[in-house]
């Protein structure tokens, strides 16, 4: 995985290190899987990768897609979360690159 990459990584795990979760970097994607009991929990989150964006988006010329799938009670459901997150960010990378 590329450096900037990894400091992206490193910067989410140090903001969020109270939030229960796993994240994952492969090649120039990175997928976070949290585990909340509250929805006071999925605004701190969301507010901390907002911040998250600005500063790379502040300090990095590099592209910066990223989705968020629903919150299901369910572990089996996991894959549909990360699905509707792919399509969140297909439906981005599209609108910004539209196919003539």
Same mark, same amino acid.
């Not at 990223?66 to 459901?77: A, M, P, S």
């Not at 509707?84 to 599209?94: D, G, Y």
């Given at each position: 995985m590329e450096a900037r990459l990894? %400091?992206?990584l490193s910067k989410i795990n #140090? %903001?969020?290190s109270a939030i229960n979760k796993r994240t994952f970097g492969f090649h120039n994607k990175i997928t976070l899987l949290f585990s909340v009991n509250e929805?006071?929990? *999925?605004?701190?989150i969301t507010s901390q990768l907002e911040t998250i964006v600005r500063e790379w988006?502040?300090?990095d010329q590099h592209f910066l897609y990223?989705? *968020?799938?629903?919150?299901?009670?369910?572990? @089996? @459901?996991i894959a549909k979360s990360y699905e @509707?997150? #792919?399509?969140? *960010?297909?439906?981005?990378?599209?609108r910004t690159n539209p196919v003539s």
């Open positions: 990894q %400091r992206l #140090q %903001r969020l929805a006071a929990e *999925i605004k701190h988006l502040n300090t990223g989705g *968020i799938g629903g919150t299901y009670l369910n572990v @089996e @459901e @509707e997150a #792919q399509k969140t *960010i297909s439906f981005l990378i599209n």
